[in-house]
Protein backbone atom coordinates (compact mmCIF):
# COMPACT_ATOMS: atom_id res chain seq x y z
CA UNK A 1 0.00 0.00 0.00
CA UNK A 2 1.32 3.25 -0.80
CA UNK A 3 2.12 5.44 2.22
CA UNK A 4 -0.02 8.16 2.62
CA UNK A 5 0.90 12.01 1.10
CA UNK A 6 -0.83 15.10 1.96
CA UNK A 7 0.88 16.85 -1.03
CA UNK A 8 -0.77 14.73 -3.48
CA UNK A 9 -3.66 12.32 -1.71
CA UNK A 10 -7.47 13.71 -0.93
CA UNK A 11 -7.82 14.42 2.40
CA UNK A 12 -10.31 16.55 5.46
CA UNK A 13 -8.97 18.98 7.50
CA UNK A 14 -10.44 20.55 10.50
CA UNK A 15 -11.18 24.27 11.26
CA UNK A 16 -11.48 24.60 14.75
CA UNK A 17 -12.49 27.47 15.20
CA UNK A 18 -15.57 27.30 13.12
CA UNK A 19 -16.16 23.47 13.50
CA UNK A 20 -16.29 22.71 9.96
CA UNK A 21 -14.06 20.54 7.41
CA UNK A 22 -11.79 21.37 4.53
CA UNK A 23 -11.64 18.93 1.83
CA UNK A 24 -8.45 19.09 0.16
CA UNK A 25 -7.59 17.65 -3.19
CA UNK A 26 -3.94 18.28 -4.35
CA UNK A 27 -3.77 16.02 -6.81
CA UNK A 28 -6.10 18.33 -9.17
CA UNK A 29 -3.70 21.25 -9.35
CA UNK A 30 -2.70 19.66 -12.95
CA UNK A 31 -5.85 19.63 -14.20
CA UNK A 32 -6.55 22.50 -17.27
CA UNK A 33 -8.53 26.10 -17.06
CA UNK A 34 -11.07 26.48 -19.89
CA UNK A 35 -13.59 28.36 -17.53
CA UNK A 36 -14.07 32.01 -16.55
CA UNK A 37 -11.25 34.52 -16.10
CA UNK A 38 -11.25 38.03 -14.98
CA UNK A 39 -9.16 41.20 -16.19
CA UNK A 40 -6.33 42.06 -14.21
CA UNK A 41 -6.61 44.23 -11.13
CA UNK A 42 -5.46 47.51 -11.86
CA UNK A 43 -2.36 48.57 -10.39
CA UNK A 44 -1.57 52.54 -12.43
CA UNK A 45 -4.80 54.83 -10.51
CA UNK A 46 -4.11 58.63 -10.29
CA UNK A 47 -3.37 60.38 -7.76
CA UNK A 48 -6.34 62.27 -7.41
CA UNK A 49 -9.79 61.11 -8.88
CA UNK A 50 -12.62 63.83 -9.40
CA UNK A 51 -14.87 61.23 -9.80
CA UNK A 52 -14.38 59.50 -7.17
CA UNK A 53 -16.76 60.32 -3.91
CA UNK A 54 -13.91 58.94 -1.20
CA UNK A 55 -11.13 61.52 -2.31
CA UNK A 56 -10.26 64.46 -0.02
CA UNK A 57 -12.89 67.55 -0.86
CA UNK A 58 -15.02 65.92 -3.52
CA UNK A 59 -18.62 65.74 -3.07
CA UNK A 60 -20.35 62.11 -2.21
CA UNK A 61 -23.29 60.69 -3.55
CA UNK A 62 -25.52 61.35 -0.90
CA UNK A 63 -24.59 65.12 -1.18
CA UNK A 64 -21.78 65.50 1.58
CA UNK A 65 -18.53 66.90 0.65
CA UNK A 66 -15.39 65.16 2.36
CA UNK A 67 -12.77 66.63 4.28
CA UNK A 68 -9.60 67.79 2.68
CA UNK A 69 -8.13 65.44 4.63
CA UNK A 70 -4.22 64.79 4.40
CA UNK A 71 -3.88 61.53 6.70
CA UNK A 72 -7.16 58.98 7.26
CA UNK A 73 -10.59 59.98 6.92
CA UNK A 74 -13.53 58.26 9.26
CA UNK A 75 -17.13 59.18 8.34
CA UNK A 76 -20.67 57.28 8.85
CA UNK A 77 -21.78 55.48 5.43
CA UNK A 78 -23.86 57.14 3.25
CA UNK A 79 -25.70 53.75 2.78
CA UNK A 80 -25.24 52.07 5.85
CA UNK A 81 -26.39 48.39 5.51
CA UNK A 82 -27.69 48.58 9.98
CA UNK A 83 -29.45 52.06 11.03
CA UNK A 84 -29.19 53.25 14.69
CA UNK A 85 -31.57 52.29 17.29
CA UNK A 86 -34.58 52.71 18.40
CA UNK A 87 -35.58 50.26 15.73
CA UNK A 88 -39.38 48.69 15.60
CA UNK A 89 -40.17 45.53 17.71
CA UNK A 90 -40.28 42.07 15.52
CA UNK A 91 -43.74 40.99 14.73
CA UNK A 92 -44.75 37.68 16.17
CA UNK A 93 -43.53 34.69 13.94
CA UNK A 94 -45.70 33.14 12.03
CA UNK A 95 -44.67 30.04 12.56
CA UNK A 96 -41.41 28.75 15.16
CA UNK A 97 -39.19 28.53 11.97
CA UNK A 98 -40.01 31.99 10.55
CA UNK A 99 -38.33 34.35 13.45
CA UNK A 100 -37.21 37.98 13.18
CA UNK A 101 -34.56 39.68 15.18
CA UNK A 102 -33.94 43.13 14.58
CA UNK A 103 -30.74 44.45 14.55
CA UNK A 104 -29.55 48.28 15.09
CA UNK A 105 -26.24 49.91 14.97
CA UNK A 106 -24.03 52.24 11.98
CA UNK A 107 -21.52 51.74 10.05
CA UNK A 108 -18.29 53.93 9.53
CA UNK A 109 -15.86 54.15 6.04
CA UNK A 110 -12.42 54.66 7.28
CA UNK A 111 -10.32 55.57 4.58
CA UNK A 112 -6.82 54.65 4.38
CA UNK A 113 -4.98 57.66 2.70
CA UNK A 114 -5.57 61.11 0.35
CA UNK A 115 -3.88 59.19 -2.35
CA UNK A 116 -6.42 57.34 -4.76
CA UNK A 117 -3.47 55.43 -5.98
CA UNK A 118 -2.19 53.79 -2.55
CA UNK A 119 -3.19 50.79 -1.17
CA UNK A 120 -1.43 48.73 1.71
CA UNK A 121 1.41 47.58 -0.10
CA UNK A 122 2.27 50.93 -1.15
CA UNK A 123 1.56 52.79 1.84
CA UNK A 124 4.78 54.02 3.92
CA UNK A 125 4.46 51.96 7.48
CA UNK A 126 3.74 54.96 9.43
CA UNK A 127 0.59 55.63 7.13
CA UNK A 128 -0.64 52.08 8.21
CA UNK A 129 0.17 52.78 11.73
CA UNK A 130 -2.63 55.60 11.56
CA UNK A 131 -5.07 53.30 10.03
CA UNK A 132 -4.83 51.32 12.88
CA UNK A 133 -5.35 53.94 14.95
CA UNK A 134 -8.67 55.11 13.20
CA UNK A 135 -9.61 51.23 13.48
CA UNK A 136 -8.74 51.36 17.23
CA UNK A 137 -10.62 54.70 17.69
CA UNK A 138 -13.32 53.05 15.51
CA UNK A 139 -14.18 50.45 17.56
CA UNK A 140 -13.66 52.12 21.10
CA UNK A 141 -16.16 54.50 20.26
CA UNK A 142 -18.72 52.59 18.33
CA UNK A 143 -18.18 49.56 20.61
CA UNK A 144 -18.91 51.73 23.91
CA UNK A 145 -22.18 52.80 22.38
CA UNK A 146 -25.42 51.81 24.27
CA UNK A 147 -26.75 48.08 22.51
CA UNK A 148 -23.77 47.24 20.33
CA UNK A 149 -22.58 43.93 21.04
CA UNK A 150 -20.02 43.58 18.01
CA UNK A 151 -17.70 45.78 16.20
CA UNK A 152 -16.48 44.50 12.55
CA UNK A 153 -13.98 45.97 11.13
CA UNK A 154 -13.02 44.44 7.31
CA UNK A 155 -11.85 45.93 3.95
CA UNK A 156 -12.88 44.58 1.05
CA UNK A 157 -10.16 45.31 -1.73
CA UNK A 158 -10.78 44.27 -5.59
CA UNK A 159 -13.57 44.51 -8.16
CA UNK A 160 -13.45 40.83 -8.14
CA UNK A 161 -14.53 40.79 -4.65
CA UNK A 162 -17.36 43.23 -4.74
CA UNK A 163 -15.53 46.39 -4.09
CA UNK A 164 -17.06 49.74 -5.61
CA UNK A 165 -14.50 51.60 -5.10
CA UNK A 166 -10.67 51.37 -5.37
CA UNK A 167 -9.53 54.27 -3.28
CA UNK A 168 -8.37 52.80 -0.32
CA UNK A 169 -10.08 52.13 2.36
CA UNK A 170 -12.44 49.70 5.01
CA UNK A 171 -15.84 49.81 6.89
CA UNK A 172 -16.96 49.08 10.53
CA UNK A 173 -19.97 47.23 10.90
CA UNK A 174 -21.27 47.95 14.44
CA UNK A 175 -24.19 45.65 15.64
CA UNK A 176 -26.34 44.83 18.48
CA UNK A 177 -25.94 41.00 17.67
CA UNK A 178 -22.79 38.95 17.54
CA UNK A 179 -22.49 37.90 13.98
CA UNK A 180 -22.36 33.97 12.93
CA UNK A 181 -18.64 33.33 12.03
CA UNK A 182 -17.17 35.86 15.06
CA UNK A 183 -19.74 33.92 17.46
CA UNK A 184 -19.02 30.44 16.39
CA UNK A 185 -14.74 31.26 16.74
CA UNK A 186 -16.03 32.85 20.36
CA UNK A 187 -17.24 29.72 20.99
CA UNK A 188 -14.73 27.54 20.07
CA UNK A 189 -12.34 29.30 21.94
CA UNK A 190 -14.32 29.43 25.39
CA UNK A 191 -14.52 25.59 25.01
CA UNK A 192 -10.95 25.10 24.25
CA UNK A 193 -10.26 27.49 27.44
CA UNK A 194 -12.41 24.96 29.34
CA UNK A 195 -11.35 21.83 28.77
CA UNK A 196 -7.74 21.52 27.90
CA UNK A 197 -4.56 22.97 29.84
CA UNK A 198 -2.05 25.20 27.59
CA UNK A 199 1.28 23.38 25.62
CA UNK A 200 4.53 24.33 27.51
CA UNK A 201 5.86 27.39 26.31
CA UNK A 202 2.89 28.39 24.98
CA UNK A 203 1.42 31.89 25.89
CA UNK A 204 -1.20 32.04 29.00
CA UNK A 205 -5.22 33.02 27.99
CA UNK A 206 -6.89 34.75 30.64
CA UNK A 207 -6.12 33.16 33.95
CA UNK A 208 -4.35 31.41 32.98
CA UNK A 209 -6.20 28.97 30.34
CA UNK A 210 -5.29 27.78 27.17
CA UNK A 211 -5.98 29.48 24.01
CA UNK A 212 -7.13 27.81 21.01
CA UNK A 213 -4.92 30.31 19.03
CA UNK A 214 -1.62 30.71 21.13
CA UNK A 215 -1.22 27.03 20.83
CA UNK A 216 -1.71 26.81 17.65
CA UNK A 217 0.21 29.34 16.70
CA UNK A 218 3.50 28.65 19.30
CA UNK A 219 3.20 24.73 17.61
CA UNK A 220 3.83 26.53 14.01
CA UNK A 221 6.31 28.11 14.99
CA UNK A 222 8.06 24.86 16.18
CA UNK A 223 7.62 23.49 12.13
CA UNK A 224 10.08 23.03 9.87
CA UNK A 225 10.00 25.34 7.08
CA UNK A 226 9.78 23.31 4.12
CA UNK A 227 7.34 21.35 5.83
CA UNK A 228 5.11 24.35 7.19
CA UNK A 229 2.90 27.19 6.91
CA UNK A 230 3.78 30.47 7.96
CA UNK A 231 5.03 32.55 5.54
CA UNK A 232 6.68 35.87 7.58
CA UNK A 233 7.51 36.47 10.88
CA UNK A 234 8.79 39.35 12.84
CA UNK A 235 9.32 40.46 17.04
CA UNK A 236 5.47 40.07 17.54
CA UNK A 237 3.04 38.89 14.81
CA UNK A 238 3.00 36.43 12.45
CA UNK A 239 1.52 35.74 8.77
CA UNK A 240 0.55 31.95 8.36
CA UNK A 241 -1.73 29.92 5.66
CA UNK A 242 -3.64 27.86 8.05
CA UNK A 243 -4.04 24.33 8.44
CA UNK A 244 -7.78 24.32 7.94
CA UNK A 245 -7.45 27.66 4.91
CA UNK A 246 -10.10 27.09 2.62
CA UNK A 247 -8.96 30.30 0.21
CA UNK A 248 -5.81 29.19 -2.21
CA UNK A 249 -3.94 31.76 -0.90
CA UNK A 250 -5.76 32.41 2.67
CA UNK A 251 -3.22 34.37 5.29
CA UNK A 252 -4.02 34.83 9.04
CA UNK A 253 -2.04 37.22 10.70
CA UNK A 254 -1.80 36.94 14.59
CA UNK A 255 0.44 38.44 17.74
CA UNK A 256 2.78 34.91 19.06
CA UNK A 257 4.07 36.18 21.56
CA UNK A 258 1.32 36.57 24.07
CA UNK A 259 -2.06 37.02 24.27
CA UNK A 260 -3.44 39.98 22.88
CA UNK A 261 -7.67 40.11 22.71
CA UNK A 262 -8.07 43.02 20.65
CA UNK A 263 -6.76 46.26 19.11
CA UNK A 264 -7.49 48.13 22.56
CA UNK A 265 -4.32 45.81 23.96
CA UNK A 266 -1.28 46.42 21.88
CA UNK A 267 1.42 48.03 23.33
CA UNK A 268 2.77 50.87 20.46
CA UNK A 269 5.51 48.20 20.15
CA UNK A 270 3.13 45.65 18.99
CA UNK A 271 0.79 48.38 16.67
CA UNK A 272 4.07 48.84 14.70
CA UNK A 273 5.06 45.24 14.30
CA UNK A 274 1.36 44.85 13.30
CA UNK A 275 1.97 47.53 10.57
CA UNK A 276 4.71 46.00 9.36
CA UNK A 277 3.22 42.79 8.78
CA UNK A 278 0.69 43.96 7.31
CA UNK A 279 3.05 46.10 4.92
CA UNK A 280 5.30 42.87 4.08
CA UNK A 281 2.67 40.85 3.76
CA UNK A 282 0.27 42.71 1.14
CA UNK A 283 3.43 43.10 -1.01
CA UNK A 284 3.77 39.37 -1.25
CA UNK A 285 0.52 39.04 -2.26
CA UNK A 286 0.83 41.96 -4.60
CA UNK A 287 3.97 40.36 -6.13
CA UNK A 288 2.62 36.59 -6.69
CA UNK A 289 1.11 37.34 -10.05
CA UNK A 290 2.26 40.79 -10.44
CA UNK A 291 -1.35 42.60 -9.85
CA UNK A 292 -3.01 44.76 -7.51
CA UNK A 293 -4.15 41.64 -5.18
CA UNK A 294 -8.10 41.50 -4.20
CA UNK A 295 -8.99 39.83 -0.86
CA UNK A 296 -11.74 40.08 1.78
CA UNK A 297 -10.03 41.31 5.09
CA UNK A 298 -11.63 41.13 8.58
CA UNK A 299 -10.28 41.64 12.03
CA UNK A 300 -11.81 39.30 14.84
CA UNK A 301 -11.34 40.12 18.36
CA UNK A 302 -13.02 41.31 21.63
CA UNK A 303 -16.81 41.60 20.38
CA UNK A 304 -16.76 45.01 22.27
CA UNK A 305 -14.11 46.68 24.00
CA UNK A 306 -12.85 45.89 27.93
CA UNK A 307 -13.50 48.52 30.75
CA UNK A 308 -10.67 51.42 32.01
CA UNK A 309 -10.54 52.04 35.54
CA UNK A 310 -7.64 53.96 36.56
CA UNK A 311 -5.81 53.81 33.25
CA UNK A 312 -6.07 49.84 34.07
CA UNK A 313 -8.11 47.47 31.62
CA UNK A 314 -10.67 45.54 33.57
CA UNK A 315 -10.23 41.61 32.20
CA UNK A 316 -13.58 39.91 32.18
CA UNK A 317 -14.56 36.93 30.02
CA UNK A 318 -14.45 38.09 26.51
CA UNK A 319 -10.71 38.22 26.91
CA UNK A 320 -11.07 34.18 25.63
CA UNK A 321 -10.65 36.35 22.06
CA UNK A 322 -7.44 35.99 20.89
CA UNK A 323 -6.98 39.13 17.79
CA UNK A 324 -6.17 38.20 14.60
CA UNK A 325 -7.02 38.98 11.36
CA UNK A 326 -8.13 36.89 8.35
CA UNK A 327 -6.61 37.56 4.63
CA UNK A 328 -8.80 35.49 2.36
CA UNK A 329 -7.98 36.25 -1.74
CA UNK A 330 -9.83 34.66 -4.77
CA UNK A 331 -7.61 34.02 -7.22
CA UNK A 332 -6.21 30.80 -7.75
CA UNK A 333 -3.71 30.38 -10.58
CA UNK A 334 -3.08 33.73 -11.79
CA UNK A 335 -4.39 37.22 -12.17
CA UNK A 336 -6.97 36.58 -14.34
CA UNK A 337 -8.05 32.89 -12.51
CA UNK A 338 -10.42 33.11 -9.51
CA UNK A 339 -11.43 30.44 -6.75
CA UNK A 340 -15.32 29.91 -7.36
CA UNK A 341 -17.05 28.25 -4.95
CA UNK A 342 -18.62 25.06 -7.08
CA UNK A 343 -21.94 22.75 -6.40
CA UNK A 344 -19.95 20.39 -4.22
CA UNK A 345 -18.76 23.20 -1.95
CA UNK A 346 -22.58 24.99 -1.85
CA UNK A 347 -24.15 21.33 -1.66
CA UNK A 348 -21.57 19.47 0.39
CA UNK A 349 -18.31 20.75 1.80
CA UNK A 350 -15.67 23.24 1.15
CA UNK A 351 -13.02 22.46 -0.86
CA UNK A 352 -9.54 23.51 -2.09
CA UNK A 353 -6.81 21.97 -4.80
CA UNK A 354 -3.72 24.05 -3.64
CA UNK A 355 -2.31 22.25 -0.22
CA UNK A 356 -2.00 25.14 2.70
CA UNK A 357 1.87 24.30 2.77
CA UNK A 358 2.39 24.46 -1.19
CA UNK A 359 0.82 28.53 -0.92
CA UNK A 360 2.60 29.09 2.37
CA UNK A 361 5.86 27.97 0.30
CA UNK A 362 5.12 30.39 -2.76
CA UNK A 363 4.02 33.30 -0.71
CA UNK A 364 7.58 33.02 0.70
CA UNK A 365 9.61 32.43 -2.42
CA UNK A 366 7.66 36.18 -3.22
CA UNK A 367 9.83 39.22 -3.03
CA UNK A 368 8.99 42.55 -0.26
CA UNK A 369 10.33 44.51 -3.13
CA UNK A 370 6.91 45.62 -4.92
CA UNK A 371 7.13 44.89 -8.35
CA UNK A 372 5.67 47.86 -9.63
CA UNK A 373 8.81 49.79 -7.75
CA UNK A 374 11.19 47.73 -10.21
CA UNK A 375 10.11 49.04 -13.86
Known amino acids: MVDFDPSSHPHRRFNPLTGSHILVSPHRTKRPWLGQTEAPQLSTLPEYDPECYLCPGNTRVGGKVNDKYTSTLVFENDFAAVLPPPGPAAPDASHPLLTVEPVQGGCDVICFHPRHDLSFPTLQIPDIEKVIDQWTQVYLTRGR ?184 PPLLRSASVRKFMASFEVMAESQRDLTPEQAAKRLRECSEVHYLSKQ
Open 145 to 328: QEGIKYVQLFETKGAIMGCSNPHPHSQAWSLSVIPTLPEKELNALRSYASKQNTQQGAPKGPDGQACLLCDYVHHEIGVAEDEGRIVIKNNNWVALVPWWAYWPYEVMLLPYKRHVPSLQHLTEEEKRDYAEIISRMTKRYDNLFSCSFAYAMGIHQRPVPAQEVDGKLVADEQDVAHLHVHFE
